[in-house]
């Protein structure tokens, strides 16, 4: 019989210690990190590369390996444990991200529609908030001149067959309301219900519009928990009124006005409801300049 390799030998502990890893898709690069640290603590000293532990556990078919490929046409190799759940694949591309916006309306059933774009954010350090400067005055001024323009997009973008894979790079809020699905091939990490709601309202663009905003918010009406919403958005501390935008929504879908008055206050600035928007309408209960026929 032939001899087993060292790798064979430490093989069962690495298997295990694997599938116990709370992460199950990685870049090459992260996981050839992961896997000589996991070595290191099993005891077992490799003289070979982290690549030739990643091609032993491919061989094994423990590991399926995809090629993401990006807007420039470069090629990145995901790795995945035991799991064939796109979702889960497509979660390593970022370290420390998490889908949102659209794709976490899908996730909670907020939309009727499959999509074919996926969101995964990853946040600001908190190092780069403390290093910023004072936070700018908020005028009329500024807010009419930032609403005239396009609202501005992520350029990161990655693809898989007809996916299309959107990084973005949010605000530094400690991941508030971030929330993990960790249950046999299914790997990944996604904006709670009421998190969700915040973002989608914030960023209509990234999350079909502001139809599919107003729908969801309706879709929602039986499930989110509105304190808990206004609870994000105060420690989210935004320097624009979003508040109105939210306030809105929920009088659109039906809330009551007890949940309504929650965002009712500090109404100084007419705001907007989305970017550059044609036909405006203006709204006396929240100082809100939106569509026509939403």
Same mark, same amino acid.
């Given at each position: 019989?032939?001899r087993? *390799?060292?790798?064979?030998?430490?093989?069962?502990?690495?298997s295990?210690?694997?599938?116990?890893?709370?992460?199950?898709?990685?870049?090459?690069?992260?996981?050839?990190?992961?896997?000589?640290?996991?070595?290191?603590q !099993? @005891?077992?000293?490799?003289?070979?590369?982290?690549?030739? #532990? /990643?091609?032993?556990? #491919?061989k094994?078919?423990?590991?399926?390996? *995809?090629?993401?490929?990006s807007?420039?046409?470069?090629?990145?190799?995901? =790795?995945?444990?035991?799991s064939?759940?796109?979702m889960t694949?497509?979660s390593?591309?970022?370290?420390?991200s +998490?889908? *949102?916006?659209?794709?976490?309306?899908?996730l909670?059933?907020?939309? !009727?529609?499959?999509?074919?774009t996926y969101?995964?954010?990853?946040e600001?350090s908190?190092? &780069?908030?403390?290093?910023?400067t004072?936070r700018?005055?908020?005028?009329?001024?500024?807010?009419?001149?930032?609403f005239?323009r396009?609202?501005?997009?992520?350029a990161?973008? +990655?693809?898989?067959?007809?996916?299309?894979?959107?990084?973005?790079?949010?605000?530094?809020?400690?991941?508030?309301? #971030?929330?993990s699905?960790n249950?046999?091939?299914? *790997?990944?990490?996604f904006?709670?219900?009421e998190?969700?709601?915040?973002?989608?309202? /914030?960023?209509?663009s =990234?999350?079909?519009?502001?139809?599919?905003?107003?729908?969801a =918010?309706?879709?929602?009406?039986?499930?989110?928990?509105?304190?808990?919403l206004r609870n994000?958005l105060t420690?989210? @501390?935004?320097?624009?009124? +979003?508040?109105?935008?939210i306030?809105? +929504?929920?009088?659109?879908?039906?809330?009551?006005?007890? #949940?309504?008055?929650?965002?009712? &206050? @500090?109404?100084?600035?007419?705001f907007? !409801?989305?970017y550059?928007?044609?036909?405006?309408?203006y709204?006396?209960?929240?100082n809100?300049?939106y569509?026509s026929?939403?």
């Amino acid at each position: 019989m032939a001899r087993k *390799s060292n790798l064979e030998l430490v093989y069962p502990e690495l298997s295990a210690a694997m599938g116990a890893y709370p992460i199950k898709s990685f870049t090459k690069a992260k996981l050839s990190i992961v896997l000589v640290d996991l070595l290191q603590q !099993l @005891d077992f000293t490799f003289n070979g590369s982290p690549e030739k #532990v /990643i091609t032993f556990l #491919v061989k094994k078919g423990d590991l399926a390996e *995809s090629t993401i490929n990006s807007i420039d046409a470069r090629e990145v190799k995901l =790795y995945t444990w035991r799991s064939k759940d796109e979702m889960t694949i497509l979660s390593g591309l970022v370290n420390n991200s +998490y889908y *949102s916006f659209y794709t976490s309306l899908f996730l909670h059933q907020l939309t !009727l529609q499959i999509p074919k774009t996926y969101y995964l954010n990853f946040e600001h350090s908190k190092l &780069s908030v403390a290093n910023k400067t004072e936070r700018p005055a908020l005028t009329q001024e500024n807010i009419d001149a930032a609403f005239s323009r396009p609202q501005r997009k992520s350029a990161k973008h +990655y693809f898989q067959g007809d996916k299309k894979i959107v990084i973005t790079n949010g605000r530094f809020t400690n991941e508030m309301g #971030v929330i993990s699905v960790n249950n046999g091939e299914l *790997s990944y990490r996604f904006t709670d219900l009421e998190r969700t709601l915040i973002d989608i309202a /914030i960023r209509p663009s =990234y999350s079909g519009g502001v139809t599919e905003v107003l729908r969801a =918010y309706e879709l929602a009406k039986e499930k989110a928990d509105i304190q808990k919403l206004r609870n994000y958005l105060t420690q989210m @501390d935004f320097i624009y009124p +979003y508040h109105q935008v939210i306030g809105f +929504y929920l009088e659109k879908a039906g809330y009551s006005e007890q #949940v309504q008055h929650l965002f009712a &206050s @500090d109404q100084q600035y007419r705001f907007y !409801l989305t970017y550059t928007i044609k036909n405006p309408v203006y709204s006396t209960k929240w100082n809100l300049v939106y569509p026509s026929g939403l």
